[in-house]
């Protein structure tokens, strides 16, 4: 009995001797524990990009209004957020101590003009009299260079009543442009001169209003690219603070010279028309900028990683091996990233279990 038994073991551990090196010589089992993952066939396709950037809104003419003389203010004639014209008066500087200044000035601009003809009379006079040999010649032209210096005080005179009547004009400050009165910090009686930190108010012309915005270095070349094959490249949308679009199209006009070096951006400005009055300077939104893609890929955003600015995506190969590949993005909705490069049509990505997969692990794609 004991005999049989031992027969039996021998027996058993030949088979499995037998088995494992059988295995070892021939081609390896399936691993099992391969992930299990959903699979997307890329395809080519068309579509829209949309790309969107904070915008500030500022008035096509903002101009602090400050005052050209010092004094007291005594009259305010608009009220805050009030529409003005070009010319229309807004303040008064209490104008009593330039008036003074002024009639000084033309007082003295008559005593001038009263040597000046006095002078003019012994000139004259002397002149005469030198012929008859009555007065010499050194004489004559003493009398002709105080007439001379007598002209030239009547012009600084003259000059000295006009700069009067000027800080007299200035007492009274008037709306270099058409637009809308923004806050006016002074009441009336308040001390204002030039040298104020705050203006008198701020007045912004916003018949048309621009809208600043910064774009990345990325987004630029793209808008670039599209700039060169569109004819309608530079049209764009404004979103308001309240998700609503508004009616105007506006156009892209002017954009800086260089890219900021802390904030890696470039900064762009649009032009809107407002004929409604519907914008406002300070007000903010969002740029949306709009193309026509043509034969692009269409790739899931769920089949997608973002690593910093990058965006990459596992396709399979034959052998479902994973390899990671970075995507050259065009545009996305919010389904899909529209890639230019990185991919062809026909290939696979995968969709689901990504958390499980790294560079160059078999997968088990799901039927």
């Known amino acids: 009995m004991n005999l049989k038994s031992s027969l039996n073991t021998v027996v058993g551990l030949g088979i499995l001797v037998s088995v494992f090196s059988c295995q070892s010589k021939g081609t390896p089992a399936a691993n099992p524990s391969a992930p299990e993952v959903s699979v997307h066939q890329v395809q080519l396709g068309n579509g829209i990009s949309k790309n969107t950037y904070s915008a500030s809104i500022e008035g096509i003419t903002n101009v602090e209004v400050r005052p050209q003389t010092s004094g007291y203010l005594s009259k305010i004639f608009v009220d805050e957020g009030a529409y003005v014209h070009a ?157 609503k679009k508004y009616t105007q199209k506006g156009v892209i006009d002017a954009v800086t010279g260089q890219f900021d070096k802390n904030t890696g951006s470039i900064s762009i ?34 089949a997608t990683l973002a690593v910093q600015d990058k965006i990459y995506t596992y396709k399979l190969d034959k052998d479902n091996k994973a390899e990671q590949v970075e995507l050259q993005i065009a545009g996305k909705t919010t389904e899909e990233y529209y890639v230019k490069s990185g991919l062809q049509a026909g290939d696979r990505v995968i969709t689901g279990g990504l958390g499980f997969v790294r560079p160059g692990a078999v997968v088990k794609p799901k039927k």
């Open 87 to 243: 010319g229309q008066a807004l303040f008064k500087i209490d104008d009593r101590p330039f008036v003074e200044q002024y009639k000084t000035a033309k007082a003295a601009v008559h005593v001038a003009e009263a040597n000046l003809k006095n002078l003019k009379i012994d000139l004259d006079r002397k002149v005469e009299l030198v012929d008859n040999k009555i007065v010499s010649d050194l004489q004559v032209t003493q009398a002709k260079a105080s007439y001379e210096a007598s002209l030239a005080s009547l012009e600084q005179a003259r000059a000295t009543m006009n700069a009067a009547k000027i800080n007299v004009d200035f007492c009274l400050v008037k709306a270099p442009v058409s637009g809308y009165i923004g806050r006016i910090p002074y009441r009336l009686g308040s001390l204002v001169n030039a040298a104020s930190v705050e203006p008198l108010t701020l007045l912004t012309d916003i018949n048309q209003v621009y809208a600043y915005f910064s774009m990345s270095e990325a987004d630029f070349v793209n808008f670039q690219d599209k700039k060169n094959s569109s004819s309608d490249r530079d049209s764009v949308d404004l979103i308001l603070s309240n998700g």
């Open 269 to 302: 400005r649009a032009r809107f028309a407002n004929p409604n009055r519907q914008l406002r300077a300070g007000n903010t939104g969002r740029i949306e900028m709009t193309a026509a893609l043509d034969d692009v890929l269409l790739v899931p955003i769920k």
